[in-house]
Each structure stands twice: as structure tokens, then as C-alpha cells.
């Protein structure tokens, strides 16, 4: 059993950035052996989607919404994944979610098996 919690998250003006990090706890001796994502989910859409890396870091993905202003990594010493966020606008202002999964990068919110409980993102126009 892994738990994920995210940190960072907050109130920010457009324009601002953002680190977030997810932090692994529990039985973590194969986090370096999952692909971590990260999705958001703002007030009544369904969950999709942000940015995902593979197990060693050398591969990851973004959704086209935020290509050019995240980057996604991962320090497999501290467990912890992080997603820095550039430029933010009204439209990013979400929960934000890290989750886990066994195998390669995906971006179905159904392949992930682990989810930490969310850290709310506000971005003010």
C-alpha cells in the first residue's frame, strides 16, 4: 500500500507559478518502478489529464492545455514528484491530484491505481 499526498497548492494571480509536489509514503521500495501522473479537476468537469513521467524520469507527457508552461519530474531518493507550473491562468484553477501506476505513461484517469487526496490550485484573473 502507497499513500500520496499532494503539497503546494494555493491562491496565485495569473501570471504566477507554481510547484507542486507529491510525496510517497508507505510501502514506497517500488515507487522508482511506477509512472506518476498528475491530473486536475475543476468545478464540474470530469478529471483529466496534466502530465505524467516515467519510472526514471527520461520520458514524460503533457496535455496540449499546458505544454510549454509545466514541467514535470521526479526525485526517487525523496519519493516526491513535482509539477512546476509557468505562467498560470484562471482556466488552470483546479484540484490538482497525483496518482501512480504500474507500467508505462498513460493518461486514462482508470489506469492509475494510487491517488493522493488533492491540492486545490486558484489562479485569479
Known amino acids: 500500500q502507497v499513500q500520496l499526498v499532494e503539497s503546494g497548492g494555493g491562491l496565485v494571480q495569473a501570471g504566477d507559478s507554481l510547484r507542486l509536489s507529491c510525496t510517497a509514503s508507505?510501502?514506497?521500495?517500488?515507487?522508482?518502478?511506477?509512472?506518476m501522473g498528475w491530473f486536475r479537476q475543476a468545478p464540474g468537469k470530469e478529471r483529466e489529464f496534466v502530465a505524467a513521467?516515467?519510472?526514471?524520469?527520461?520520458?514524460?507527457s503533457y496535455a496540449d492545455s499546458v505544454k510549454g508552461r509545466a514541467t514535470m519530474s521526479r526525485d526517487n531518493a525523496k519519493n516526491t514528484v513535482y509539477l512546476q507550473m509557468n505562467s498560470l491562468k484562471p482556466e488552470d484553477t483546479a484540484v490538482y491530484y497525483c496518482?501512480?501506476?504500474?507500467?508505462?505513461?498513460?493518461?486514462?484517469?482508470?489506469?492509475?491505481?494510487?491517488w493522493g487526496q488533492g491540492t486545490q490550485v486558484t489562479v485569479s484573473s
Open positions: 496518482a501512480a501506476k504500474r507500467g508505462g505513461i498513460a493518461t486514462a484517469v482508470f489506469t492509475y491505481a494510487y
Open positions: 508507505g510501502r514506497t521500495s517500488s515507487f522508482s518502478s511506477y509512472t
Open positions: 513521467v516515467n519510472w526514471n524520469g527520461g520520458s514524460t
